[in-house]
């Protein structure tokens, strides 16, 4: 029985990226900033990036972990699917790794350009970093294990962000779990390791389309201390701010470059059956 990843390509597609096209993209040379702010401890924050546009999260200070969110800007029932982009690419992203919509668009909402983390690799216990095994931590789970009501989980985090945008918690989604190292157990339990960015450590993302963000900075800081079990403990002082840089591209960068229209499937379901015979 083979092994092969079951999610394969016949011919070019969408799953392949354009590497001197994209690498091209990931130059910083004649890039304008057109804005750039800190995600405190323990918060969350929600920005818009045009299409085309490149959006830098960067480490600050100390080794810290992000839960993103993303949406397309004009319609949030599009918003990036997780668990389609795990079996797509990886269930650990880098670059030229692609970051898809939800059904019935399926297309991608971001591609990864530029990780400083990408050497990383595989460690010796099976960690890998940028996490799209494992979602956000949520304060029902942590009321469910411990007992106690936390509002500063991604998950509420995530919800205060966005409400500016008029979402709301029905909207936050299963995260991309950015500098986050994680892996599967010998019991194929999800387990969380110490954060491996440094400081100035990146993670770049050009938009696909025009795109609604939000990131929380995870209570957990760089997770190297338990969150829940006999030796939890609060985390605090492993809390980092996560800087996100937003770029536009010179004009020319972008040639031979055109926003991925939604799957061309027909849309029909067979409502309306076909016979057989
Ligand atoms: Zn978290």
């Not at 795990?86 to 790794?97: G, P």
């Not at 019991?187 to 025009?210: N, R, S, V, W």
Request: charged share 20%.
């Amino acid at each position: 029985m083979s092994t092969e990843a079951a999610y394969q390509a016949q011919a070019e597609s969408p799953l392949t990226v354009d590497r001197d096209l994209y690498g091209r993209f990931a130059e910083t040379d004649g890039r304008t900033l057109v804005d750039s702010f800190e995600i405190p401890i323990r918060s969350g924050r929600a920005w818009e990036v045009p299409a085309g546009h490149v959006v830098r999260l960067r480490t600050v200070g100390g080794p810290q972990v992000g839960d993103l969110n993303i949406w397309n800007r004009h319609d949030p029932r599009e918003r990036f699917w997780a668990a389609r982009t795990r079996q797509l690419h990886a269930a650990h992203v880098t670059e030229f790794d692609r970051l898809w919509s939800t059904l019935p668009f399926l297309r991608p909402l971001a591609t990864i350009i530029s990780d400083t983390l990408k050497n990383y690799g595989v460690d010796s216990e099976g960690g890998r970093v940028h996490d799209l095994l494992g979602t956000r931590c949520d304060p029902y789970v942590n009321k469910m294990l411990v007992d106690v009501d936390f509002d500063y989980h991604c998950h509420s985090n995530l919800v205060r962000a966005i409400q500016p945008y008029r979402l709301t918690e029905f909207d936050v989604h299963d995260v991309i779990n950015v500098f986050q190292c994680t892996g599967l157990n010998s019991d194929d339990q999800y387990f969380m390791k110490t954060c491996p960015a440094q400081p100035g450590d990146h993670f770049e993302l050009f938009a696909e389309i025009d795109l609604l963000m939000a990131l929380s900075t995870c209570p957990g800081g760089d997770l190297s201390l338990p969150m829940w079990g006999e030796n939890a403990q609060d985390p605090v002082e492993t809390c980092h701010p996560i800087g996100v840089d937003i770029y536009k591209l010179p004009e020319d960068a972008l040639q031979g470059w055109a926003p991925p229209t939604r799957a061309n499937y027909t849309g029909t379901h067979a409502i309306n059956p076909v016979q057989w015979a």
